[in-house]
């Protein structure tokens, strides 16, 4: 079983919007809560990055390249991790996963495809 499934991916202009969601399906809520997470991608060719992560506390940080246009949050009650993604860039399609930071490295799943078009 997949333990974190994201899910709210698809193909939007540049200049749009999109919301990520995250669950966690397999620790128990206090596992959860305790962990910092993070949102991550890869585009093609590329390595994977941290683009955004919350702590237990719930203090976020962010890359340079989506300061400003992206917000993660989270909701302990129900195990999950969000990622608003405003004005939308080409350079922001990839493949979207969330993970704790820092990451389990089997923990991946499949994460969800991003594209903007241009």
């Known amino acids: 079983q997949v333990q974190f499934v994201a899910s709210g991916g698809g193909l939007v202009q540049a200049g749009g919007s999109l919301k990520l969601s995250c669950l966690d399906r397999?620790?128990?809520?206090?596992?959860?809560?305790?962990?910092?997470m993070g949102w991550y991608r890869q585009a093609p060719g590329k390595e994977r990055e941290l683009v955004a992560s919350?702590?237990?506390?719930?203090?976020?940080n962010y890359s340079t390249s989506v300061e400003g246009r992206f917000t993660i949050s989270r909701n302990n009650g129900r195990k999950g991790v969000y990622l608003q993604m405003n004005n939308l860039k080409s350079e922001d399609t990839a493949v979207y996963y969330c993970?704790?930071?820092?990451?389990?490295?089997?923990?991946w799943g499949q994460g969800t495809q991003v594209t903007v078009s241009s």
């Open positions: 993970n704790p930071v820092p990451h389990l490295t089997d923990r």
């Open positions: 397999r620790s128990i809520l206090s596992t959860f809560n305790a962990r910092d």
């Open positions: 919350i702590s237990s506390g719930s203090s976020t």
